[in-house]
């Protein structure tokens, strides 16, 4: 019997890089100062279909949705934005003294896409949503918390691409531009596409089978059609960023692939050699309009998501490992059956004292529990023998350096954490 396909087991070996990450990335939300939110791994489908869009390739084609016994609609999350969004409605998150309202969020998301290198249908998210202000620092201090996300762990090839998808009346002006250029081009459009051009022709731009039309390129631009106050405020994010001395490429066919989106898109490519076809490792930008969509009042958001599976992809080709600390202060070799119960005795003290330690339970050999010893990354070795055990006492053995001394039992844990 094996896993669904586009799913993995982690086993220890890697589950220890993954708490690593995890440990790093909840360090840097104490840094910038967000707390963590947990939200269902379900929610009413209706919920992504008016967050995350209709028309997008998410809610169409990617979503595990089900009937429940009692005959509602859910749908496993496919993101953390929209949950986030309800959940800050739902508890009135607005009328917290604190604002803006800053969370971050760690857990897997559900997609049914075509599995590859750094697709999968089941991927853990880390994302973030500072909820409650429309200054443009904090969308810079959204993308420089994104970045840190990567250099935190030593990446360097990195490349932050920003846009501004402007506000409702910019893009209703752009939405205009995009129906007039891409009419006479209908008939040479996907299926997809044709119905695109109609509900939401934004969406054209993102396409995969039509990005190589000619007419792509030469599409509207949304900078062409961004009023003042849009226009303002992606020159001021630039200018935070700027003073931050982040650098960035903006890409004015950056549109992402969720509808929510207004003002400031982004997303964070690697550009690492042998990175993979996908090279996207993060994204995130605006959602003014969320909050209000699902009944909340009117109030403008940002935030973004990274998968840890790209992230490791990323260390992966830039060939940094991660530090990791897997192994055992002591494991208490036991010489013969009289010693069993002292060898419990004594592991069962240690692990009380704080002291992380294993014993043998396979009645192995002195030399095969060594092996186990080292195998397990221990620092110390306690050697418990009969005549020793009777005195109360026994042989503790450093590994790293050879030097061996004999303890009283009841010492072993201060003189093994004195070392
Ligand atoms: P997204 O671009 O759909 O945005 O996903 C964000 C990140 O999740 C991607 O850049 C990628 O690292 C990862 N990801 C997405 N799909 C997969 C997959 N099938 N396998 C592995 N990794 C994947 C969002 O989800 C927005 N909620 C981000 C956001 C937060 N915007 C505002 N706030």
Request: hydrophobic letters at 35%; a negative charge; charged letters at 25%.
């Amino acid at each position: 019997m094996h896993i669904p396909r586009g799913t993995e087991d982690l086993l220890p070996e890697a589950t220890e890089k993954w708490q690593v990450i995890e440990n790093t990335l909840r360090k840097l939300s104490e840094k910038y100062h967000y707390k963590e939110i947990r939200t269902p791994m379900f929610e009413r489908t209706e919920l992504f279909q008016r967050g995350v869009g209709d028309t997008t390739d998410i809610v169409q084609k990617e979503m595990y949705t089900f009937e429940d016994r009692g005959g509602r609609s859910l749908t496993l999350r496919p993101e953390g934005t929209a949950s986030v969004a309800r959940s800050y409605v739902q508890h009135k998150m607005h009328g917290l003294p604190e604002q803006p309202t800053k969370l971050y969020y760690i857990g897997p998301m559900f997609r049914y896409e075509r599995p590859q290198q750094g697709r999968t249908r089941q991927f853990t998210q880390f994302g973030i949503e500072a909820i409650g202000s429309d200054n443009p620092a904090i969308d810079a201090e959204v993308l420089a918390f994104a970045m840190e996300c990567y250099e935190a762990f030593g990446l360097k090839s990195l490349k932050l691409v920003i846009n501004s998808l402007g506000d409702h009346e910019s893009r209703q002006n752009h939405r205009k531009a995009l129906i007039e250029h891409f009419q006479p081009h209908q008939e040479e459009l996907c299926q997809d596409c044709q119905v695109r051009l109609e509900k939401n022709p934004l969406r054209l731009l993102d396409c995969k089978v039509d990005q190589d039309h000619p007419a792509m390129k030469t599409a509207p631009s949304i900078l062409d059609y961004l009023n003042e106050y849009s226009s303002n405020y992606f020159e001021s994010v630039k200018k935070h960023l700027d003073a931050m001395g982040i650098s960035y490429t903006v890409d004015e066919n950056l549109v992402r692939g969720l509808d929510y989106y207004t003002q400031t898109a982004f997303e964070i490519m690697s550009e690492a050699d042998g990175f993979g076809s996908i090279t996207t490792l993060s994204g995130g930008g605006r959602y003014n309009g969320l909050i209000e969509d699902l009944g909340g009042p009117e109030t403008s958001g940002i935030g973004f998501a990274l998968s840890i599976e790209r992230l490791l992809m990323a260390l992966e080709a830039e060939k940094l490992s991660l530090e990791t600390n897997a192994g055992i202060d002591c494991y208490i070799v036991s010489i013969g059956e009289e010693v069993t119960f002292t060898a419990t005795e004594l592991t069962h003290q240690l692990r009380q004292q704080g002291i992380r330690a294993d014993r043998d339970y396979l009645n192995k050999k002195m030399k095969a529990q060594f092996k186990a010893a080292e195998r397990a990354n221990a620092k110390f070795v306690v050697i418990l023998g009969e005549n020793e055990m009777n005195e109360g006492k026994a042989q503790v053995k450093e590994l790293a350096t050879g030097e061996q001394t004999t303890v009283p039992l009841n010492e072993i844990a201060t003189y093994i954490g004195g070392k």
